[in-house]
């Protein structure tokens, strides 16, 4: 996927002579995980930025050259330092179109989650503080595909797009790309796997754990569809209630914490447009509501597995 | 090996219990002592435990339907040999909270079904076993048209093809009419009108039980005494009763059974009746005294009744035949003190038990007491603890009386009636004094007690609690 994101973002460069990279450490040093590696050489120092430590100043910064007609993607050496520039993020990036009529086409990038025992400030999953927040687009994809199309979809929208990695997934998610320019479209959720006894709605490195768990299902019996939710604002309302209207019974499965997470959200939505297709609760799995932890043994717990995903599966589908 | 599953007896006067809802369905794995169908009677409501472990093989009785007790309501193809002796942890359910496990009977009784021959069967609870919901748990809704488990899909289907919820039988988790349900039964009969023709294989509504005529339970073959027929019998022709203007109120379940039980008590027991009268200034005063400091300490409020049920064990450890009951020619002294506190209730009587009281401090008593007539109100008791008692108190002087002359609680050969605690003057020692009086009166069976035991029973009682010392606090 690391290397999807790469070709994403030398194919809008070469593209679109607006864009630009900034962050800490993404051009001479070619990104923490060499995302960004080559592209210094390629496109030379006014275009690939090395910024000082200060997540504020990265997106500050940024949003001036959106002002300007350029379009910055900002990157966050690990998501978890997207706490630092909230103030920017929220009240700049999100409100100046509403407020001041300036549209921001950037993008904020960076590698999110857990399962690599990076310990509580290098795991997060930070994407709910910003789907609450009107004006921004959160994008959170699965697949090397999907990493590629979303990005270069994300830097062609004018709107300000939250673009999140999962780490976990960097090196263990490749695929055969398509040769030629393709995007996938912002908005749209798909169906990784159909069925017709529950409906597991996913995203981002939990997706695979959900695909997994909806073999085992298999084996018993029980076909679960899957969905990938791949943009989380806005969600794709229409795929999950068609789905749900379809199999009567929803899981959702996110590697966020439990408390707030899109679960919720969707659990909402689903009750608001779809109550009485359903015949069974909805119900989640997540991860514990603590801070991810560092210990390895502890960090398994707190995520969700394959074993929890296709137990409360099962719970749901015998209800 | 097949294994009959019954329904069991919950309360001495209890003859019949209707199914509310089957916990499993054919084809279940249960473990022993596992929740497997729940039941109501006038009484309790109640989760009934498996028999023994196994898979569940047939259903005899459906959901809404009533029997009379010791009848087959399910069959159970039990492992192996025998049942699992440690009772595996019951699945976890997750929609009715789960009360703590009840307290047990000192010698627990064995959990094997009592073959229909015995009069009376023993429900039992394994000590430290499954979580066992609360008689009556307000959860589990009933099916009789209060509220029917199914979901909001099932419920627009119903609606869209005019099918009544009431007469399908759910597979879903608990009972509920499940998606599978409701669209088996669209194909089966397509858009029906709302009035339900008799199906076989639907459980018909239950309305509120049919006044049955209460089953007999079997005699005990070759033991000396038999069971009385009960059935309630009018003194004068009919004509004589109806007459002017009238309004007929047909009697509950619950008074018909305590209708049924004054009858046979009065038939089977010849009472006779002594009374005394105590001092009770003594424990009035402490009673006043302490009881803020006892509510605070404690949290729960002080009444008299510990002092009468303390009062009452010493009398019947001095007098074993009041703590006995009659098998025809046999006299059977009970080792366990278990004093029933009758209750009154808005919709009749019961009397929950406080078992081996003598092995309980004051406190232990006065908690016992407290949470049983509260759990009797809200029709929270346990079938366990309507049961087994061996003397009963009750305290007709609560609604002003001077003295009651109650009816015994079968089996027991005795009961205690107490009278309004009064101020009265009285000669104390050539002086009169006014001091807080109270009329005791037992009511006793002449079968088993004499009128000596009888005064002498009162006279322990009434010098316990005349001389009370024990501190409370």
């Given at each position: 996927?690391l ?12 593209r ?9 450490d993404?051009?001479?040093?070619g990104?923490?995980f060499?995302v ?17 430590i ?17 379009r ?7 998501i978890?330092?997207i ?13 100046s179109h ?7 086409p ?25 789907v609450?927040?009107?004006g ?10 999907d990493?590629?199309g ?9 709107n300000?797009?939250?673009?999140f990695e ?7 998610v490749?695929e ?10 912002l ?9 017709r ?10 997706m ?15 076909e679960?569809?899957?969905i ?6 806005p ?11 379809k ?7 996110h ?5 707030g ?17 359903l ?15 560092y ?14 995903v296709?137990?409360a599966?099962?719970d749901?589908?015998?209800? | ?22 916990l499993k369905?054919?084809?279940d794995?249960?473990?022993r002592?596992?929740?497997?169908f729940?039941?109501?009677?006038d ?18 009785v459906?959901e ?13 193809d ?9 009772p595996a ?9 789960q ?49 029917i488990h ?8 119903a609606?869209?093809?005019?099918i009544?919820?009431?007469e399908?039988?759910?597979t ?7 998606k ?16 339900p ?18 089953a007999?339970?079997a ?6 005494g038999?069971?009385?027929h ?12 109806y007459f ?15 209708a049924?039980?004054m ?10 009746y ?10 009035v ?5 302490t009881?803020n ?5 404690f949290?729960t ?25 009659a098998d025809g020619t ?18 009749g ?6 078992k081996?009281?003598?092995e ?15 759990r009797a109100?809200?029709k ?6 309507v049961q ?5 108190i ?8 001077l ?32 001091r807080s009086m ?6 006793y ?5 004499d009128?000596a ?21």
């Amino acid at each position: 996927m690391l290397e999807a994101i790469r070709q994403a973002l030398f194919e809008e460069m070469e593209r679109d002579p607006a864009v630009v990279l900034l962050g800490e450490d993404v051009g001479v040093y070619g990104g923490a995980f060499k995302v960004t590696a080559g592209l210094l050489e390629r496109f030379g120092w006014e275009r690939v930025i090395d910024t000082p430590i200060s997540e504020t100043a990265i997106v500050g910064a940024a949003v001036g050259m959106s002002y300007l007609g350029l379009r910055p993607v900002a990157e966050m050496q690990f998501i978890d330092f997207i706490a630092c520039c909230f103030n920017q993020l929220t009240n700049f990036v999100a409100k100046s179109h509403y407020r001041w009529g300036a549209p921001v086409p950037m993008v904020v990038r960076g590698p999110s989650g857990g399962g690599v025992h990076g310990g509580p400030f290098h795991s997060a999953n930070p994407e709910m503080y910003f789907v609450h927040t009107p004006g921004l687009k959160v994008v959170y994809p699965s697949t090397a595909y999907d990493a590629k199309g979303l990005l270069k979809s994300a830097i062609r929208d004018n709107n300000p797009v939250l673009f999140f990695e999962h780490k976990f997934l960097y090196r263990r998610v490749k695929e055969e790309l398509p040769s030629g320019d393709y995007t996938v479209p912002l908005g749209k959720a798909v169906v990784r796997r159909e069925g017709r006894d529950l409906t597991m709605v996913s995203y981002a490195a939990m997706m695979h754990t959900s695909m997994e768990a909806a073999e085992v299902l298999a084996k018993e019996g029980i076909e679960a569809e899957v969905i990938d939710l791949r943009t989380l604002l806005p969600l794709d309302r229409e795929t999950l209630l068609a789905s749900v209207k379809k199999t009567n019974k929803i899981l959702v499965v996110h590697e966020d914490t439990r408390t707030g997470g899109i679960a919720g959200e969707i659990a909402a939505l689903v009750c608001e447009g779809a109550f009485e297709d359903l015949d069974g609760p909805v119900l989640r799995v997540t991860s514990l509501d603590t801070p991810v932890p560092y210990s390895p043994p502890l960090e398994e717990r707190f995520l969700p597995d394959v074993q929890r995903v296709a137990a409360a599966a099962r719970d749901l589908a015998r209800y | 090996m097949p294994v009959d599953v019954l329904m069991p007896q919950m309360g001495e006067s209890i003859f019949e219990g209707t199914i509310t809802k089957w916990l499993k369905k054919p084809g279940d794995k249960v473990e022993r002592d596992e929740p497997l169908f729940e039941i109501s009677t006038d009484k309790v409501d109640a989760e009934i435990p498996a028999p023994s472990a196994g898979v569940l093989k047939e259903i005899k009785v459906a959901e809404g339907q009533t029997v009379p007790i010791q009848t087959v309501v399910a069959v159970i193809d039990a492992a192996g040999a025998a049942a699992a002796t440690a009772p595996a942890a019951a699945p976890a359910r997750t929609e009715a909270p789960q009360a703590a496990a009840p307290p047990t009977p000192p010698p627990a009784p064995s959990a094997a079904p009592a073959t229909a021959a015995q009069a009376s069967q023993r429900v039992a609870v394994a000590p430290a076993s499954a979580p066992v919901a609360a008689a009556g748990a307000p959860a589990m809704p009933r099916r009789d048209g209060q509220r029917i488990h199914s979901s909001p899909l099932v419920r627009r289907l119903a609606r869209e093809h005019n099918i009544d919820l009431a007469e399908l039988r759910g597979t879903g988790a608990g009972g509920r009419i499940s998606k599978k349900d409701i669209l088996a039964a669209i194909a089966a009969g397509g858009s029906r009108p709302a009035a339900p023709p008799p199906a076989p294989t639907f459980a018909p509504p239950a309305v509120a039980p049919a006044p049955a005529p209460p089953a007999v339970p079997a005699a005990v073959p070759g033991a000396p005494g038999t069971v009385v027929h009960v059935t309630l019998e009018n003194a004068v022709p009919r004509e004589r009763i109806y007459f002017g203007r009238y309004e007929v109120q047909p009697m509950t379940v619950m008074r018909q059974r305590i209708a049924e039980h004054m009858v046979v008590s009065k038939r089977v027991s010849p009472h006779v009746y002594s009374v005394d009268e105590v001092d009770m200034t003594r424990i009035v005063q402490l009673r006043d005294r302490t009881k803020n400091e006892f509510e605070k300490r404690f949290d729960t409020k002080l009444t008299f009744t510990p002092f009468f049920v303390r009062a009452c064990v010493e009398g019947l450890r001095a007098f074993p035949t009041v703590n006995a009951s009659a098998d025809g020619t046999n006299v059977v002294l009970h080792k366990e003190i278990n004093v029933g506190i009758a209750v009154a209730l808005d919709w009749g009587l019961i009397v929950p038990v406080i078992k081996s009281a003598d092995e309980k401090n004051f406190l232990g008593l006065q908690r016992a007491i407290n949470d049983l007539a509260e759990r009797a109100r809200s029709k929270k008791l346990k079938p366990e603890e309507v049961q087994e008692g061996t003397f009963a108190i009750t305290n007709p002087g609560v609604f002003g009386g001077l003295m009651g002359l109650p009816v015994i609680n079968q089996p027991n050969v005795a009961i205690l009636g107490l009278g309004a605690i009064q101020k009265r003057p009285v000669v104390i020692e050539d002086a009169i004094a006014i001091r807080s009086m109270l009329y005791i009166t037992m009511s006793y069976d002449h079968r088993v007690v004499d009128g000596a035991v009888s005064h002498q029973f009162l006279q322990k009682v009434k010098k316990a609690l005349e001389n009370w010392s024990e501190n409370i606090l």
